[in-house]
């Protein structure tokens, strides 16, 4: 069964700080990538995503992601971050015969001012 | 682009009624959106997949007769809770489905916030 797992629950970074979320999921098809943020009090947003092509995705306010087929992973970073980043920040995967999304468990960010 | 709303976003109700969310792409057509539950320091919970002009789809565990699913246009799907108890208080949170070429993305409203009491 496709799964999707987040290493880290809560990261807790200083601002200018960077940041690395790891995201690796278990699926030997054919996938697309996504992560998502969800800031306090609104709802979920598409930060980024990966189809195909350049495995280095960029997406919004800075971030970006490396898919990297050989480790199934799709690690988000930030080079430098902002106190508004502070979010949780999910990571989703679909099968390209399925598009139904597995999602982690989510990864809740809080930058220090 | 790729705007979905939600409404309401804050329902209270009495145990034993129903309640009905809508969700609807703004902006674009989807012929497949999708109900979540998100449990508090969970992740998202998928409900059931909501088909345009056919019944949906419910993952196990989803009574289908408590959480009614219509999808009766491309840009309209509701969720409706039957005979609503507190076990039932939840986020409940849409996400409509836009093809774009190659490209398959959801997008999330923001969510109702149901509260039974």
Not at chain 1, 100 to 112: D, E, V
Not at chain 2, 15 to 38: H, N, P
Request: contains cysteine; glycine residues 6%; charged residues 15%.
């Amino acid at each position: 069964a496709q799964s999707v797992s987040q290493h880290n629950h809560h990261v807790i970074l200083s601002e200018a700080a960077s940041l690395e979320l790891g995201c690796n999921y278990s699926y030997g098809g054919t996938v697309n990538l996504f992560w998502y943020v969800q800031y306090p009090g609104q709802h979920l947003q598409l930060l980024l995503k990966y189809f195909s092509g350049d495995p280095l995705v960029k997406g919004i306010k800075g971030f970006e992601a490396e898919f990297i087929k050989s480790k199934f992973s799709f690690n988000l970073r930030k080079p430098s971050v902002q106190w508004s980043d502070t979010a949780e920040y999910f990571c989703a995967v679909n099968a390209r015969s399925n598009y139904q999304l597995i999602w982690g468990a989510g990864t809740k960010l809080i930058i220090k001012p | 682009g790729a705007v979905v709303s939600q409404h309401p976003s804050r329902v209270i109700c009495k145990s034993g009624t129903s309640v009905k969310i809508e969700c609807r792409s703004l902006d674009f057509q989807a012929t497949t959106m999708f109900w979540y539950r998100q449990f508090p320091k969970k992740s998202l919970m998928l409900m059931a997949t909501s088909n345009e002009g056919s019944k949906a789809t419910y993952e196990q565990g989803v009574e289908k007769d408590k959480f009614l699913i219509n999808h009766a246009s491309l840009t309209l799907s509701t969720l409706t809770v039957t005979s609503a108890h507190p076990e039932d208080s939840s986020f409940y949170i849409c996400s409509a489905r836009r093809l774009a070429g190659f490209t398959d993305t959801q997008y999330f409203g923001p969510g109702t916030r149901l509260t039974v009491l």
